[in-house]
C-alpha cells in the first residue's frame, strides 16, 4: 500500500503548479524526494515543446492531472469543468457542451459566431484546434492538462497573446495496461471510459480509449400550450481516440486518430430570468423549469474528427520533428433564444398570443451550422541537444482552413408543412471563410552562469483571410480580405536565489491577427477586426519549502494590449459587430502552494488577482433593450427609432473575474486490504459583466462551488479496483452565468448539484 500512497501523492499534488521557471537543475533533489513518501515529487511538463521540469521552465504555468482531474471531471463534466480550477482561468458557453470560450487574465472572446477566433489557444496532442468547435472534444483518457499564461506566440504562435491550454493524452507503450470505469448519477446519468494500450510487436504500440456518456431530458416545459415533462437538457456524447506508436533506434512515429459524436440539447434559455432592476433570479425558475414554446424543437448535433502523424528523428546532436493534423468539424445548433412564449399575432384571429413569462419584445428561435469545415497544420521542427551551454529550437509552421457556416431564423408563429409544427424558416445566410497563415519561429536558451539562464524567443507571422457572407432573401453579398504579419518575441531570465528558490522575469510580445464577423442575419454589414498586440511582463518566485513538504510559487504581471478586438454582442438591434479598443491594460498577481501536511493530509490551495480596464474615450457600444445601464448613455438615429449607446472608457473586460481562488484538501488512511480516501475541492470566482456594457441585471453574481468524492481502492492480483461516491456542485449553488440582451433580459444558469458513484478498475 505504500506504493499506492505514493502515486496517490503525486497525482494529487499536480493539480495546480504553475509560475515555473528555467535553468535550474532540481535533478538531484526530485530523486530524493520521490523516495520519501512525505515530498512533493517532480513535475514534468512540456510548456516549451520537450520534456522539462516544472520548476525549470520560465513560463507561468499550471498542470491538471490524477485525482484532482478525475475529480473535477466527475459527474459527466464538459471541458468547462476547468473554469476557476487554475489561477487566471475562466471557461464559459452559450452553446452548452460545444463551443467553450476560455479567458486567461481577463482576455478571451464573447463572440459565439461560428468561425470567432479567440486569444486563447487550445492544443490537443500537439495540434492547435482553432475552429471553437473543436475546442469542445472530450476530456478522457488524459496524462496533463497544462495552461500557460501570458502571450505564448513564439513557439506556438497562432492566436496565443492571452495564453494556451494545452491537452496530452496518455500515449501507446510496450507494457500493458489499461482502465474502465463507469458511473451512475442524477438524473439517470451513467457515464463510461476507458483504455487499453499494449505493444503489438517489440517496437510498435498501440493505445485505444473510449467516451460514453447519456443523460436522458430532465427539464420541463411549462408554457401554456406547450406544457411537456423532460423536454431539455439531455444528451448522448460518445467519442474515440485511437493511436499507433512506433519506436525504433532513432526514429519514433505516432499516429493518432479521434473522432467525437453528440446528439443532445443547446443550453437552455429561460426568458426574463433576471429581475429588472436587480441580478436576482426570477423565482418562477428553477434549473428543471424552462417556459419556452419551440423547445421541441431545440437540438444540437456535433460531429468531430482528426487525424494526426508525428514523426521525430534523433540525430544525437539534434532532433528532427515533423506534425503533420487533420481536423473536421460539423455542428447543427438551433433553440429558443428569447427563452419564453408569445410575442407575434395570431394569423388567422389577429389577436396578440399571451406571451412570457414577461415581455418578449419579438420571438426568436434560430440555428446554426457549419456543414463543411477541413483544418490542415504541418509543423516542422529542429533542436538541438548540446551538451554545453547554448541550445535552440527552429521551425516552421503552416496553417489553412476551409470553412462553411449557415444561419437561420424562423418564425414562431407560422406553420412549417415539411416539419407539421410552427416555427417556418424565414432566413438564411452562408458564409464561407478561407485562412492561410505561416510562420518562422526559434527560440535561444544559453547559460551564463551557475545561477542565470537566459531565453530569447523570436516568430514572423503572415495571416490572410478571404471571406464572403450571402444572405438569400434578398441576395445581399458581401466581404472582406484581411491580411496582415508580424513578428512575436519574448525574453526571460531566470537566476537562483538558492538551491530551493528561483527568481525569474518575462518580457512577451503577442499578436492575433485580423477577424471577421459575418453573421448578417439581421444586419447588413461586415465587420473587421484589426490585428490586435500586447505586451507583457512579469516577474515571480518559485521555491520548495519545509525540506520538500511545500511549495509556494508567486507571479505579477502587468500587460498592455493595443487595438484589442472586442464583440459588440447583440443590443437591441441584435446583431455582432467586432470592434477594436484603442488600448486595454491588466495587472495581477497569482499565487500557488501545495503541502504535504502528513502521510495522510495533502492540499492545495492557489489565489490570483486581475484587474483589467479598457482606455478608449471614443469607444461605444448598443445597449440592452430592458435592462439597467450604469454606464454613460447618449443616443443616436438607428434603424428602427432612437438607440442608446454605453460608452466603455474604464469598464473591465467582459467575463473577466479579478478574484479566483481553489484549495483542495486529500485524505488517505490504509484500511484492512486497502486505501479509505477523501477528496475535497473548492473554487470561488468573483462578480462578472456579462457583456462590455455594465449593467445591473447583466452583471453576473459571484460563484462558489463544492465538490467531494469519497471511496475505498485495493489491490487484487494484477489490478486495481476503486468505489467511490462523489458530489459536484455540494450546496446547489444556483447563478446566472450568462445573459441574452437584445430581446429581454435572458439567461443562462449553471449546472445544479450532482450525485453519483463509480467503480473504476486499472489493469496491469
Known amino acids: 500500500m505504500k506504493a499506492m500512497k505514493r502515486s496517490t501523492l503525486a497525482t494529487l499534488i499536480n493539480a ?23 515530498q512533493l515529487e517532480v513535475i514534468q511538463i512540456t510548456a516549451r515543446k520537450r520534456v522539462e521540469n516544472a520548476q525549470e521552465v520560465p513560463v507561468s504555468v499550471s498542470a491538471l492531472q490524477g485525482d484532482n482531474l478525475d475529480a473535477y471531471s466527475s459527474a459527466g463534466m464538459d471541458i468547462r469543468f476547468m473554469n476557476a480550477k487554475i489561477p487566471s482561468l475562466s471557461v464559459e458557453s452559450s452553446f452548452g457542451r460545444t463551443f467553450p470560450r476560455f479567458y486567461v487574465r481577463g482576455l478571451g472572446n464573447t463572440d459565439f459566431d461560428l468561425n470567432a477566433s479567440q486569444p486563447v489557444s487550445l492544443v490537443v496532442d500537439e495540434v492547435v484546434q482553432e475552429n471553437p468547435i473543436l475546442k469542445g472534444f472530450p476530456v478522457f483518457d488524459i496524462e496533463r492538462i497544462e495552461v500557460l499564461r501570458g502571450p505564448q506566440g513564439t513557439l506556438f504562435g497562432r492566436n496565443t497573446p492571452a495564453g494556451l491550454v494545452k491537452f496530452d493524452s496518455v500515449k501507446p507503450s510496450q507494457e500493458f495496461d489499461g482502465y474502465a470505469a463507469v458511473s451512475y448519477g442524477s438524473n ?72 467525437r459524436d453528440l446528439e443532445g440539447r443547446p443550453i437552455p434559455f429561460r426568458a426574463n430570468l433576471i429581475e429588472k432592476g436587480s441580478n436576482n433570479i426570477n423565482p418562477l425558475y428553477d434549473n428543471d423549469v424552462v417556459y419556452q414554446d419551440a423547445a421541441s ?138 485562412t492561410s497563415a505561416w510562420a518562422l519561429f526559434g527560440s535561444f536558451d544559453y547559460t551564463v552562469s551557475e545561477q542565470l539562464d537566459v531565453t530569447l524567443g523570436l516568430r514572423y507571422s503572415d495571416d490572410e483571410k478571404d471571406f464572403m457572407a450571402k444572405r438569400t432573401s434578398d441576395n445581399l453579398q458581401l466581404g472582406a480580405n484581411p491580411s496582415d504579419s508580424h513578428v512575436s518575441w519574448d525574453l526571460s531570465a531566470t537566476y537562483k536565489l538558492t538551491d530551493d528558490v528561483n527568481l525569474f522575469g518575462r518580457l512577451a510580445n503577442g499578436f492575433r491577427a485580423p477577424s471577421v464577423q459575418g453573421r448578417i442575419l439581421f444586419g447588413n454589414e461586415v465587420t473587421v477586426a484589426e490585428s490586435e498586440t500586447v505586451n507583457s511582463i512579469e516577474f515571480g518566485v518559485k521555491s520548495d519549502v519545509l525540506d520538500g513538504q511545500g511549495r509556494v510559487n508567486a507571479t505579477v504581471f502587468y500587460f498592455q494590449m493595443d487595438d484589442q478586438q472586442l464583440t459588440a454582442v447583440g443590443g437591441g438591434a441584435n446583431f455582432n459587430r467586432l470592434i477594436n479598443a484603442d488600448k486595454t491594460t491588466g495587472y495581477g498577481f497569482e499565487v500557488d502552494s501545495e503541502w504535504v501536511l ?53 469598464n473591465s473586460l467582459p467575463h473577466a473575474p479579478e478574484w479566483i481562488s481553489n484549495a483542495t484538501l486529500r ?39 463544492a465538490g467531494v ?42 449546472e445544479e448539484r450532482f450525485v453519483g458513484a463509480e467503480f473504476k478498475v486499472k489493469f496491469f
Not at 641 to 649: I, K, M, S, T
Not at 675 to 687: G, P, Q
Open 16 to 38: 495546480t503548479l504553475f509560475s515555473a521557471v528555467a535553468g535550474t537543475s532540481f535533478t538531484t533533489l526530485a530523486e530524493e524526494a520521490q523516495a520519501k513518501s512525505n
Open 188 to 259: 439517470s446519468s451513467i457515464d463510461f471510459e476507458g483504455a487499453a494500450g499494449t505493444g503489438l510487436t517489440d517496437k510498435i504500440s498501440t493505445r485505444v480509449s473510449l467516451l460514453v456518456q447519456d443523460k436522458p431530458d430532465y427539464i420541463d416545459v411549462k408554457a401554456p400550450g406547450f406544457e411537456k415533462e423532460d423536454s431539455l437538457g439531455g444528451y448522448n456524447e460518445k467519442a474515440a481516440r485511437v493511436q499507433f506508436l512506433y519506436e525504433g533506434d532513432d526514429f519514433t512515429g505516432l499516429l493518432n486518430y479521434h473522432v
Open 297 to 434: 424543437r431545440a437540438t444540437q448535433q456535433v460531429d468531430t474528427q482528426g487525424l494526426s502523424l508525428k514523426l521525430e528523428w534523433d540525430l544525437k546532436e539534434h532532433t528532427i520533428t515533423s506534425i503533420t493534423g487533420w481536423e473536421s468539424a460539423e455542428i447543427y445548433s438551433r433553440a429558443d433564444v428569447d427563452g419564453g412564449y408569445g410575442g407575434w399575432t395570431d394569423s388567422t384571429t389577429g389577436a396578440p398570443v399571451p406571451q412570457g413569462p414577461g415581455i418578449i419584445f419579438f420571438q426568436a428561435e434560430t440555428a446554426d451550422a457549419i456543414p463543411d469545415h477541413d483544418q490542415y497544420t504541418q509543423e516542422l521542427r529542429l533542436s538541438s541537444n548540446f551538451s554545453g551551454d547554448f541550445n535552440y529550437q527552429v521551425g516552421l509552421f503552416l496553417f489553412e482552413e476551409d470553412l462553411t457556416i449557415e444561419s437561420f431564423n424562423f418564425d414562431t408563429s407560422q406553420f412549417d408543412e415539411s416539419t407539421g409544427n410552427y416555427g417556418l424558416q424565414t432566413g438564411y445566410v452562408v458564409q464561407n471563410q478561407e
Open 598 to 650: 502528513t502521510d495522510e493530509l495533502n492540499a492545495t490551495f492557489n489565489v490570483s488577482y486581475n484587474k483589467t480596464e479598457i482606455d478608449d474615450p471614443d469607444l461605444a457600444v448598443a445597449v440592452c433593450g430592458q435592462c439597467t445601464v450604469t454606464d454613460p448613455t447618449y443616443m443616436v438615429e438607428g434603424a428602427f427609432g432612437p438607440e442608446a449607446r454605453a460608452r466603455l472608457d474604464g
Open 667 to 705: 485524505y488517505t488512511t490504509e484500511l484492512e486490504n486497502g486505501e479509505f480516501f477523501v477528496y475535497t475541492d473548492l473554487s470561488y470566482r468573483s462578480e462578472i459583466d456579462f457583456f462590455l456594457y455594465e449593467s445591473v441585471e447583466f452583471t453576473g453574481e459571484a460563484l462558489f462551488e
Open 709 to 750: 468524492r469519497a471511496g475505498y481502492a485495493w489491490n487484487s492480483g494484477d489490478n486495481d479496483y476503486e468505489v467511490s461516491a462523489f458530489v459536484r456542485n455540494l450546496f446547489d449553488e444556483q447563478v446566472v452565468i450568462g445573459g441574452v440582451d437584445f430581446n429581454n433580459n435572458t439567461g443562462m444558469l449553471n
